[in-house]
């Protein structure tokens, strides 16, 4: 969904979680479910920010390190870590996150488009800034977190 799309609807459901200590969210309508973190296989001469593929309930899927993909250093995983499982396109995968915060609704018009931060890393994965009390959480555009071919993205 695009920002004029999005200011198009009247109230826009997500889930809010954290990575590297920053605020971001996605589309609950993306979100299979979400669980804790279980340790994942390591596959050979994969990107950096995927950190291996887990069985959930005889599907094979990949988990993407968030942070890794958004260019902050990879997570040290631990129990207290998630994992939410969502739809891109045709395919699942599990996004591996710090911590989930909240399922929040929120009226289209305020989301905001981005600004132009050429310095910050995650800008090119965030496609709208959510101002909820006194912090801003950035709309991940899920599309470009797990590109279509993985050998072409760096």
């Known amino acids: 969904m695009t920002i004029a799309e999005a200011i198009k609807v009247e109230q826009r459901e ?3 979680f954290r990575v590297a200590g920053q605020d971001f969210c996605i589309d609950i309508g993306s979100v299979r479910e979400i669980r804790g973190w279980t340790s994942t296989t390591v596959l050979p001469h994969a990107p950096d920010y995927i950190r291996g593929v887990m069985n959930l309930r005889g599907a094979v899927l990949p988990v993407v390190d968030l942070s890794a993909r958004l260019g902050f250093a990879p997570a040290e995983p ?6 939410i499982i969502v739809t891109i396109g ?3 995968v599990g996004l591996l996150v710090d911590a989930v915060s909240d399922i929040l609704s929120a009226p289209g018009e305020d989301f905001k488009p981005t600004p132009d931060v050429v310095a910050d890393p995650a800008k ?3 496609e709208a800034v959510l101002s909820v009390e006194d912090r801003l959480i950035r709309l991940i555009e899920l599309d ?3 590109p279509h071919n993985l050998g072409a993205v760096k």
């Open 14 to 16: 997500i889930v809010s």
């Open 78 to 83: 631990t129990e207290r870590h998630a994992v």
């Open 90 to 92: 045709s395919r699942t």
């Open 124 to 126: 090119a994965f965030v």
């Open 144 to 146: 470009r977190v797990m």
